[in-house]
């Protein structure tokens, strides 16, 4: 289940600010990922410019075409529940996930991704970059 909560601070005037945030099984998704793609949609990573403007998981306009290659899946990437790169195995589960940081891309489970983080070792992106 994907879950994209929009928070507005000072909403309607002109130094209104949208914050996404992005769960997936209630579970939220770190700061890490400039793209994240799930289910069809794709959501960008936005840094703030200003104190006020777009921040955060919001819906991207951009369509994100994801390569496949005929090579399978193997049974350890199965079993570890993710793999590097920005190919989709043959055989990945329809529920996985294709996040893309600064460094790399990956095809991760749902259930993995607060792991693979803590295995990457990946640093957090600020909201701001004012």
């Not at 002109?14 to 939220?28: E, M, P």
């Not at 790399?104 to 004012?130: C, G, H, M, Q």
Request: some cysteine.
């Amino acid at each position: 289940m994907v879950e994209n909560k929009i928070v507005y601070e000072q909403k309607g005037t002109r130094s209104q600010k949208i914050c996404g945030f992005l769960y997936i099984n209630h579970k939220i998704i770190s700061d890490v990922f400039r793209i994240v793609h799930v289910e069809g949609k794709t959501y960008e990573f936005c840094q703030s410019l200003n104190p006020w403007g777009n921040e955060g998981y919001l819906p991207s306009e951009k369509k994100l075409d994801i390569a496949s290659t005929m090579d399978k899946i193997s049974t350890t990437d199965m079993q570890k529940g993710w793999y590097l790169g920005d190919k989709s195995f043959n055989g990945t589960p329809d529920d996985w996930l294709y996040l893309k940081w600064e460094a790399n891309s990956a095809f991760v489970s749902p259930d993995k991704i607060e792991s693979f983080v803590l295995e990457l070792n990946l640093t957090p992106i600020s909201r701001k970059s004012y």
